[in-house]
Every structure is written in C-alpha cells, then in structure tokens.
C-alpha cells in the first residue's frame, strides 16, 4: 500500500477557516445551519445529555416515565450518554439469589388501605387479601381486631358472602307454580313501585268472633335456668289453615254484600310484606261478581315458616352443594312449621274451666269427625275501610288468629295474644346468617339477638307483626327455641319468650301497613278492571317482580283445592 504524505493530507482539506462538513443553501437560514422540523413537532430543549439516564436511574430500572414532560420529543443529545459510559464488567440486572424464604414487601398487591384513625404503627397484612389494623389488649391479652370495614375481627359470626364469593354462580330457585302456556300475562310489577304506593286505612271493626282460648302460661317469660331447660313437646290438637272461599263465615258475609275484597291474615299478611319477600310464591284470586277473593292453593309456599330467608348468605339447597340436609330451606321451612305449631300449644294453659269462649264456636272443628281435641285458637273477623272516595267505597274483610289470652298485671283486663317462634339449628353452619348464640347471648345480649333475627327473617317477622296489628292483638308473644343438638332437627329446647306490642314492633322493623293497604287496593283495581274470572298473582323465583297472570277458569280445581283438610303434625321421636 502506498504511504501517503501529510502534505497530500494537508492539500486535500476543504478551503475555508471554519471545520466540518461545508454549509448548503438547503439547511441554512441567513448562513446559520439548523435542522428542518415539521409544524406539528414539539419544541423542548436544544440538547439534553442527561435524559437517557434519567429515565434509567443509572441503570437501576427506574420508571420510565420520570421525564414523562419531554418524552416523545427527539432532543439534540438525547440517546448518546451511552456512548460515554464505561462497560461494566458484569451484567449484575442477571444476578439473583434463590432463596426458600418468601419475601416480604411492606405493601402487598391487592392490599386495600383504610382511612381513619389508628392506622400509623399498624401491621398491614398484605398476603393478597384486605389490611387488618390489630389492637395488642392491656396487660398481655390479646385485643380486638378491627377488619377495613369496621366491624370486629373475631366477632363470632358466621360467614358472610361478599368480595370472595365473587365467582359464586348465581342461584336459581324455581317457581313456586308451573306457569302455563295458556296463562295470560296481565302485569309486571317490580317492588320499587310497590314499594312508593301508599293507602291509609281505618283501625278495622270486628263482625264476628268464633272459637276460644285458654290462658297464657307466664312460666315461660321467665329465664330459663341452664341444667333444666324445657324441652319442646310435641302435642296433637287438630289446627286448620282453610282458604278464604272454602271459610263458611266468609261465604256467609260475602252473600250478605259486607265487603269487596275477602281475605285470610296469612294471604294479606304476605301481600302487604312483598316487597321484602325473597322466596317464591303465589297467591289464587277469584273474581265473582263485584266480589274478589284471596285464596291459596293447598300446601302452598305462603303456609311455609321461611327461616333466614332475607339473610346475605340465605340457605342452599342440596343441589347448589349444601352437605347438611337438615339445613337446606325446605327442610328448614318444615322443621320451623312444627315448630310454631307445637310451641302455641305448649305455652297455654289447658283448663276446661278457665278459658275464654268467643260468641261462637269453631266453625272448622267437628267432634264427631275428630280425634284430636281443638287447639286454642279464636277467629275474628273483621273488617276494614279501603275506600278512597265517598263515591267509591270498597271495603276488605279478613279472618284474623289470636293464640292465647292473659291477665294485665295492671288492670286484671284480659289481652289477647299472637304466640309465634323463631328458631335457631346452628350459628356456624352456612346460612346463619351471622347470627349469635342464643344460648349465651340471649339474656345479656336480647338487643343484638332480636336485631340480627330481624335484618334475616325481615319478611317472616314483618307478616308475624302485620297478622297481629290485623287481629288487634294486644301482645305478639316470639319464642326463641333452638336444637338440642345442632347436628339433629328432632329435638329442641325453649330458651325464652319476650312479648312486645305489635306496633312497637312494626316501627322497630319500619314497617309501613299503609304501604301494604296500597298494595291491596292496587292489586283489587287491576283485577275489578277485568272480567269475571280467575288469577294468578306470582312472585318471581329470582327476580324482585310480582306478575298478574289470568287463567283459564278450571285451573286448579284438580288439586283439591275446595276440601277442607285439618292439618295435624307427626310426633317427635
């Protein structure tokens, strides 16, 4: 290769004092040289050599947006810091060390924190899950835990679905009736309207007054003592449920024009609380003439004592992958039947001569037909005023129950009594509802007992209440009865009864009847607007919607549902 000389070198330089490549007219404005850029181009700074470390944090993995106000501007400079920096001699971002211990980071992914007091020095908990702030107790012993949503900790309370059940499917109950294809579709009702109407009523006033009751025994409103609590004992006495067109008294009223709308107190009762109502069912309305009937179809959903039924994890069935078939809502629905049917005999007292006779006696009862004697049970009928206009008057008529009858401690005057029971199969089983140990908390704790039992059997209460205001009754007498054994539906014992007056309890409930009477007028409109015929009103199995159904005129007639059947319950073993 030819040596070149440096004079060769020195003569093919350009001309010119300046150095770098010669100035063109194309880049060059006024002979200073400058970049061409576009309209839509950001201006930022002339040049940055320190914006591609930046945003590396030297590399140590830095976020990358930290210069996130000059990015996507191309800069003078920009991209070349790396040409000055030295290699490393080994690439340490690669390095790591395997380690069996879990590493601890202070904050967690997914953990939730919470706003307040108490938080500054609080263990956060953050294995995926929600922040608990702990409370060390004085003198060593363990404190309370408060959760993020301020309740306890380690409060004893079942389970409660929410925001891990996420992924739960939804359950699917069925109808309580089939709907036909030849049913007629009337209305669609969701309890947001029902629950706006509104219909003040009258007090009511008697017509008549049938059967008679024996004496409250007040032994029970005392505590019961723990090594001799009483047991339930079943007892036969013939009960009756008849439906409304099949009562005697009410055909006899009916033919006598006394009202529009006839009734039972269950059937209205759960009218007026369906709003609250979750579980299926159906109520029969006839129409003959200007008159309207409320009936029920025999066994019915409606005649069923519902157990947690507004609870946030309700019961499930067997099939939705209950283990315990003792606590699936029917088997709980029937064992909370006998119950309430055996406990309202148990608490009176059986004295021939000391009860009280209404004007008439049992129309239901037949001594020659029966083996079983009467229960104490008075019918009243009576009847109220749910007109809204002198022009248009329209009056109901229902058959109220009372229980039992006792003295005023006061007065000596007797009260009539509503006795009904709730019951309790076990608080740590799935569908408690968080519900307390009636055992232990009862006595020192009623308040919190009563309250929980009204936010899960908010509808069965509520129909309890409306029967009693409906009967006039003085005093609703609730029985708390649990198993002896959780594990056996067979055996139970009473631990308490505590009587409030029922519109004291209806405003503890906020239970409004005039919002119930609005539901009854506007359901008799929708049916007095039709013809002569009958109708299916159907409360919807997972939906919070009633639908009136017209049907043909021989619907149900297969199921027997004109007979009058005394209804007796099998003993306990």
Not at 124 to 130: A, E, I, K, L, S
Not at 234 to 253: F, G, K, M, W
Not at 295 to 322: C, F, H, Q, W, Y
């Amino acid at each position: 290769m030819a040596s070149t000389s440096l004079a060769d070198l020195i003569s093919a330089l350009p001309e010119g004092d300046g150095w770098g490549p010669p100035p063109v007219t194309d880049t060059t404005l006024n002979g200073v040289p400058y970049a061409p850029f576009s309209k839509g181009d950001k201006l930022g700074r002339m040049a940055d050599w320190t914006a591609d470390s930046k945003d590396s944090r030297d590399g140590r993995g830095g976020r990358q947006q930290y210069n996130r106000n000059f990015r996507d501007q191309q800069i003078y400079g920009a991209g070349s810091a790396q040409l000055f920096t030295a290699p490393l001699a080994e690439d340490e971002n690669t390095f790591s060390v395997v380690s069996r211990e879990t590493t601890k980071t202070r904050y967690g992914r997914g953990a939730v924190f919470t706003r307040g007091r108490g938080q500054r020095g609080a263990r956060q908990d953050t294995r995926g899950g929600r922040a608990q702030l702990t409370r060390p107790g004085r003198g060593g012993q363990q404190g309370y835990g408060y959760d993020s949503r301020g309740g306890r900790s380690n409060a004893p309370r079942g389970r409660r679905f929410g925001w891990k059940d996420y992924d739960k499917p939804a359950r699917n109950r069925d109808a309580s009736v089939n709907i036909k294809p030849d049913w007629q579709l009337l209305e669609e009702i969701d309890f947001n309207r029902l629950s706006k109407l509104n219909l003040d009523a009258d007090e009511g006033e008697d017509l008549d007054s049938y059967g008679f009751l024996y004496y409250y025994d007040r032994s029970y409103d005392k505590q019961p003592v723990k090594t001799a609590e009483r047991r339930l004992v079943p007892l036969d006495r013939a009960a009756y449920n008849v439906t409304t067109s099949s009562d005697p008294v009410i055909q006899e009223l009916a033919e006598k024009d006394e009202a529009t709308i006839f009734a039972t107190d269950s059937i209205l009762s759960m009218l007026m609380c369906s709003t609250r109502s979750v579980y299926p069912w159906d109520i029969v309305i006839v129409r003959q003439g200007n008159k309207i009937f409320l009936d029920k179809r025999d066994n019915a959903a409606l005649d069923m004592v519902t157990v947690n039924e507004n609870a946030a994890d309700a019961p499930i069935e067997s099939t939705d992958g209950n283990k315990d078939g003792i606590n699936t809502p029917s088997a709980l629905a029937e064992e909370a039947t006998y119950i309430n049917h055996n406990f309202a005999n148990q608490v009176v007292l059986e004295n021939e001569n000391q009860k009280v006779e209404m004007a008439h006696e049992n129309p239901f009862y037949n001594p020659a037909e029966e083996t079983e004697p009467p229960a104490s049970k008075a019918y009243k009928y009576r009847r109220f005023d749910l007109s809204t206009s002198e022009e248009d008057p329209m009056y109901l008529v229902v058959r109220t129950e009372l229980d039992a009858v006792q003295k005023n401690a006061i007065s000596g005057d007797d009260q009539f009594l509503t006795v009904k029971a709730l019951n309790e199969f076990d608080s740590k089983a799935q569908g408690s509802g968080g519900a307390l140990d009636w055992r232990t908390k009862l006595v020192s704790q009623r308040g919190a007992v009563v309250a929980t039992e009204m936010k899960n059997n908010s509808v069965k209460l509520a129909r309890w209440t409306v029967q009693s205001i409906l009967s006039k009754a003085d005093v609703m007498k609730l029985g708390f009865v649990s198993r002896a054994n959780p594990k056996s539906n067979d055996k139970h014992v009473i631990l308490g009864v505590i009587g409030w007056k029922p519109k004291d309890f209806a405003n503890q409930m906020n239970l409004s009847l005039s919002n119930g009477w609005g539901i009854v007028r506007t359901i008799a409109d929708m049916c007095l607007n039709r013809g002569d015929g009958k109708f299916v009103l159907v409360k919807d199995p997972n939906k919070s919607i009633l639908r009136l159904y017209e049907v043909p005129a021989g619907s149900f007639d297969d199921e027997g549902e004109e007979e009058t059947v005394a209804e007796t319950v099998p003993e306990e073993e």
